[in-house]
């Protein structure tokens, strides 16, 4: 079976679409894998065929059969040059939007993702795809690797021995202080933290990471609002759409 026709087939199979990373679990089940960087090849086919307009881009690291119907996602209005607030202001389920735009930015950034929220979906593209990774490494205790299981969205080092980067929890209605106490659960790490909330909550975590045990780390947290992540997500389709035809 050629690459083009295995790539294909796994669309047709999964309605349509698949991310890179789904692929990438899904060939092996198909053919034979050669030795060596196999995921290049599959890469490089998988970019020339887009270029010939066999298959599209959907998503960050996420494509699609040409029929494929994504009319109102966040990759079609970036190419539209829609802003992101009205995008975003649409929205029925904010929350699942903001963890699957987190999740493709990690993807695009080159970092290993993960969410513990696989079951939800983000345009029609379900988290559980998106992730590059389904399980937490062995990295620490099992007691803080539940902590890091737990969690929104991770972002972790693509290394032989991966460690968490970035800990992203989205906040919609809670006051942050579950999210930060779990979080400070891992203060010893070399990572960040960061609550994810609309830009009308920021006075909440403001309050809250003024606050003992977090004020003495305050600066190991951040707070960054839907509208700058869906801002973030809009700008690395622009990139990315340049670097794919410059490249």
């Known amino acids: 079976m050629k690459w083009n026709e295995l790539i294909g087939q796994i669309m047709q199979k999964n309605k ?22 196999w995921q290049k090849t599959l890469r490089g086919v998988l970019y020339r065929e887009v270029n010939k307009g066999k298959f599209k881009k959907i998503g960050l690291g996420v494509y699609a059969l040409p029929e494929y119907r994504d009319e109102g996602s966040a990759y079609s209005n970036a190419l539209k040059n829609i802003p992101a607030t009205t995008y975003l202001k649409h929205l029925k389920d904010q929350h699942s939007a903001i963890e699957g ?22 345009d029609g593209k379900k988290l559980s795809e998106l992730c590059g990774t389904a399980k937490i490494p062995e990295f620490t205790y099992a007691e ?4 890091i299981r737990k969690s929104d ?21 809670t006051d942050f202080s579950r999210s930060l106490l779990k979080m400070f659960q891992l203060i010893n790490f070399d990572a960040r933290f ?4 609309t830009e009308s909550r920021k006075h909440i975590y403001t309050d809250r990471i003024s ?10 947290f951040l ?22 035809k410059f490249l």
Do not use: C
């Open 16 to 37: 349509g679409m698949a991310s890179l990373n789904f692929l990438y679990e899904q060939a092996p089940k198909y053919k034979d894998m050669p030795k060596g960087d």
């Open 101 to 122: 735009m987190l999740i493709e930015i990690g993807n695009f950034f080159g970092y290993l993702t993960y969410s513990s929220d696989l079951n939800k979906s983000f």
């Open 144 to 147: 803080l690797k539940e902590v």
């Open 153 to 173: 969205t991770v972002w972790l080092t693509k290394t032989r021995l991966p460690f968490p980067k970035y800990v992203f929890e989205v906040e919609s209605t």
């Open 194 to 197: 960061v609550l994810v909330a």
């Open 211 to 220: 606050k003992e045990p977090f004020a003495d780390k305050a600066e190991r």
């Open 223 to 244: 707070f960054r609002s839907f509208e700058a992540v869906s801002k973030l997500y809009f700008n690395s389709v622009e990139h990315y759409e340049l670097k794919f």
